[in-house]
């Protein structure tokens, strides 16, 4: 095995259609006009010397190293930043230009220090390379005089010396190793788009500076790892190279935190992690990363995880370490056992978001042909089930309808109920680049999130609705588009069927929507509303983009189907630049969906009571299906708490965290005698688990996952699973535990069973992956190389389809005693329940979860930064510190989930989407006062934990 090669053109790639050719050394090649005579060279194989290019950021010119000769012209222009021309006669190799070359080479290296064998970057440093590269073998200015290298000079303090910068906990910055190139600058300011980064001081004491002379950790840096990536010496370097050295050999993977599913080159030494480099090829993340992809995978080998199986009689005993053998034998023992005494529905299953498309099938296979029942469920439905429903309902297909480059041909976007900076990082950063390139942003969010104003972006409308009003805002909307004629008639007539659009325009059009009718319960002024619609319709490419803050409300579906109305209005569909895309929350959203998660439906979102559907599965299960719809995760709680469900196995799941109203999972978790959890931690749901399977890390597996954007992408083990197995080994040994002749051997051969009975996934396989990269379904005889750009020439369901979105106020309200609403979202340090996260230096950000409240309100309830406060709803309360910011309105707060002794969701109430059952997260009625200490649930809870996690023949940890 060896390192996975990448060239570096340089200079990015010209998108051009017209074709230049040139001569370059002798050799005529031919490249898009507006390419970079070093990017020409580059491809024909001719490696100009360079430093401060590479091709993640746009020429710049300042390193004087890439000069070149070329005939007719007079001087020695910079290759980098000197595009081509037809008839061009270039020279990349004089004796003019080695001697400058060597010249230019001499100043670098007399102010850097010549540490090379001790240093952290030998073997992978640019500086080197170009020195041996322009023949250097001496350097004639010596190493004496002012300088950046030593910390006293002639024997005094060198003013212009600083020490290294340690302050961020994955990577040191070294200033005595800089030589002022401006790559990592760039990056910042081109690739991730946050401006962190300057140089401050003119000529010799030019240097690098997080923001106005700060440590990186108190900048405005994210940690997204770009800038180290650029760096071509040691001064920006991660402290996992400096601790463990240079990597040997990498494999390409895919991330196994939200559902951009950026593509990483994991590079090792044996069996070790050295480092995650984002890989260029990747075409969700086109090489760039969040902190959290980039380095915060140090969970992988954490301390808390479990690697031995364990059982318990009752959730009250300690846990005593089995064999798998034994676990195995249990599982299917109780399982067999409550099924004969309760019935066979008695038993069901939840398949993890986080867990490859494969293990995700042998689930749902697992409880569909194994337990006989369709009580299979996932937590995708409690964030994105409204997005299959409603897109289902309108386009016919349920999932987004464009790849992530499309966003680059954007002209106005809509962001409704998603924060991207925080929830989808890489994503949003592309998002900015396009932005800062003009494109216009409109914002629909309770909050101020950092779209709506950073750094050279600055939204055209922020529409700050009240939570819950999401329907009403968007057919308002619709209503200005439609009652002043903006809509696209050519496409609705061709694409659409015109007499349901007149049915929903006479709908729409209707006074009691305009947004001077809603501005009273909405909270958006009218004319900022009118001014958002307008710029929509004639904007050029519209494209929306929506999360949880769409999803996670008894109207999720509604809103969603509002969104697709407004697409399809407009003409905003079929076409790169367009869509309606979903950002999926978790790696593998998408694809758990895909696998048949859902208690109505089948892989492929076929449903459970068609005949013909269920005979494809029948005939190669050798069982015969129930046709009847079984139980959803509320369904199975309520179930249990009434006596009649039993048994539960729980693949990488948290769901005493993540769902709502935690009092009521608590109970129907506890009314259990068998709880199968299978993940890498004790998490919150194993506190009442009977059996725990040990997990397996994304770095230990082979498969797949499924992003937002529909892209299947590789998942290759690159370690050992240290606890053994793979997660799609375990359950499969647990299905012949339970009787059923299985018998895989490896991933692909269960991604070939996928292949062979869903239609969307019927060419996918690992050899097609293996050539291609990735693909997006529908991948089949009619899209053999995926599907990009959804419904180009037509709908999948033939004709779009306009519905009715009635606005239906939500059950639960403000009032005297809960007057404030809460909405939940979360932080970029921080993944989901932050199993993984927490346990890695990203706490270094966001130890806590913390209540953001409006200075207004903290005001009235003698709050202020930092005091302690309780925040209560009609389900429950719990404690934590108020943050007071203007980001929220008043009468709204806000706070995050990621950290278990907030128990966030302890407040959260059981209503949910009409349609899908999907929880309403983000409307909760609540009461803020101040707190002398953490709530009854909290002490319960935090005791429960405690005695949960004893393990038999294993010391607690002294207090």
Sequence with gaps: MSLVPEIDYGTPASRAEKMVTLTIDGNEITVPEGTSIMRASMEAGIQVPKLCATDMVDAFGSCRLCLVEIEGR????????????????????????????????????SDHPLDCLTCAANGDCELQDMAGAVGLRDVRYGYEGDN????????????????????????????????VCS????????????FALTIEGRGFDSRVSPGMHEHFIDSECVSCGACVQACPTA?????????????EHSLVTTCAYCGVGCSFKAEMRGEELVRMVPWKDGQANRGHSCVKGRFAYGYSTHRDRILNPMVREKISDPWREVTWEEAYAHVAAEFRRIQYQ?????????????????????VQKLIRAGFGNNNVDTCARVCHSPTGYGLGQAFGTSAGTQNFDSVEHTDVVIVIGANPTDGHPVFASRLKKRLRQGAKLIVIDPRRTELVSSPHIKASHHLPLKPGTNVAVVTALAHVIVTEGLYDEKFIRERCDWSEFEDWASFVAEPRHSPEAIEPFSGVPAEELRGAARLFATGGNGSIYYGLGVTEHSQGSTTVMAIANLAMATGNIGRPGVGVNPLRGQNNVQGSCDMGSFPHELPGYRHISDDATRDIFEKLWGVKLNNEPGLRIPNMLDAAVEGTFKGIYIQGEDILQSDPDTKHVSAGLAAMECVVVQDLFLNETANYAHVFL?????????????????????????????NGYADWEVTQNLAQAMGLNWNYTHPSEIMDEIAATTPSFALVSYDYLEKVGSVQWPCNEKNPQGSPIMHINGFVRGKGKFIRTEYVATDEKTGPRFPLLLTTGRILSQYNVGAQTRRTENVVWHEEDRLEIHPHDAENRGIRDGDWVRLASRAGETTLRALVTDRV??????????????????????FSDWATNCPEYKVTAVQISPSNGPSDWQIEYDELARQSRRISGKLEAAE
């Design 342 to 362: 309760y019935g066979r529905d008695s038993i069901g299953g939840i398949t993890s978001s986080r867990c490859t498309n494969e293990e995700t099938y042998l």
């Design 889 to 910: 309105a008043p009468g709204v707060v806000y706070t995050t989930f990621h950290h278990p002794t907030t128990q966030a969701n302890v407040i959260t109430t059981d």
């Design 148 to 179: 950046h290298v030593k910390v006293r000079s002639n024997g005094e303090t060198n003013a212009r010396w600083m020490p290294k910068d340690e302050s961020n906990p994955y990577f040191t910055y070294d200033p005595s190793k800089c030589i």
């Design 74 to 109: 007079n001087g020695t222009p910079a290759s980098c930043t000197t595009p081509v021309a037809p008839g061009l006669v270039v020279h990349t190799q004089t004796s003019r230009l080695k001697t400058i070359r060597k010249g230019v080479m001499e100043l670098y290296i």
């Design 183 to 194: 790559r990592c600058v760039r990056a910042c300011e081109e690739v991730q788009g946050t």
């Design 235 to 247: 001064t920006l370097t991660e402290k996992s190279v400096i601790a463990i050295g240079q990597p």
């Design 694 to 722: 040990p997990g397996s890390t994304f770095l230990e597996k082979d498969g797949t996952f499924t992003n937002a954007e529909r892209r299947i992408n590789r998942v290759r083990r690159v370690m050992t699973p240290k």
